[in-house]
């Protein structure tokens, strides 16, 4: 009896270590889901951290709805602004488009597999006379 108590928690000890295992080298192995903000402007987001992280799509579809269908213009939350300071320079120093997997929005929706179509009509990298945007 006690043979099997010790055998079961030395197979619980080692499901542990085995799952620990797997889980390292899966991370070291994967690119994680960390944000390119390599050559982001600004020093501060539009919302703490953690707050962008997991609002962000709730602000931009809400933004979305208030511009098309109440005409508001806001800057805050709007998606030209997080182009406009999320920039991530290509190997030309030019900033890259949403083709360029190095591009910020893509830099965490290819690991999470999110597929957005917001860039067949909006540009995905800023526009060329800033002081316009800026309304
Ligand atoms: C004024 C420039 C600026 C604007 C506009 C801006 N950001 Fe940011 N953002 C930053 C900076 C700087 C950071 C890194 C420091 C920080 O998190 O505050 C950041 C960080 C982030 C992060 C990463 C948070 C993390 O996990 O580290 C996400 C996601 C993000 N922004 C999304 C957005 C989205 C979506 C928009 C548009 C709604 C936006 N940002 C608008 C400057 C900006
Ligand atoms: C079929 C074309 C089309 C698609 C697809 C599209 N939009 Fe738009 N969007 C527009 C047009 C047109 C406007 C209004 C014109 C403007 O404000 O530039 C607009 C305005 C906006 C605005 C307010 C203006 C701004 O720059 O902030 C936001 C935010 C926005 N869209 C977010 C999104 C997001 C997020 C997606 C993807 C989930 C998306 N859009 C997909 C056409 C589109
Ligand atoms: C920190 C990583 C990260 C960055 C950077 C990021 N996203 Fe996301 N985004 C996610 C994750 C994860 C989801 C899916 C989880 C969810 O729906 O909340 C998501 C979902 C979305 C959705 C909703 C998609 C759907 O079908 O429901 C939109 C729209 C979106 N993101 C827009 C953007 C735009 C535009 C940018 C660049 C300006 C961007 N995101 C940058 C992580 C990120």
Redo the contacts with the bound molecule.
Sequence with gaps: MIGDQSMSKFLTILATLTVLLIGSTVSAGTPKPL?N?DD???????AP?DV??VE?KY??LHQRDETMRKGIRTKE???K??I???IVKGDNGKPVTIKDDRHFCKSCHTYASVQIDCFQCHASKPSPRPAAVEK
């Design positions: 944000p903000l982001v402007k600004g020093d501060k987001c539009v951290k962008i992280r962000h602000y931009l939350h709007s998606l602004n997080c406009n300071c999320h």
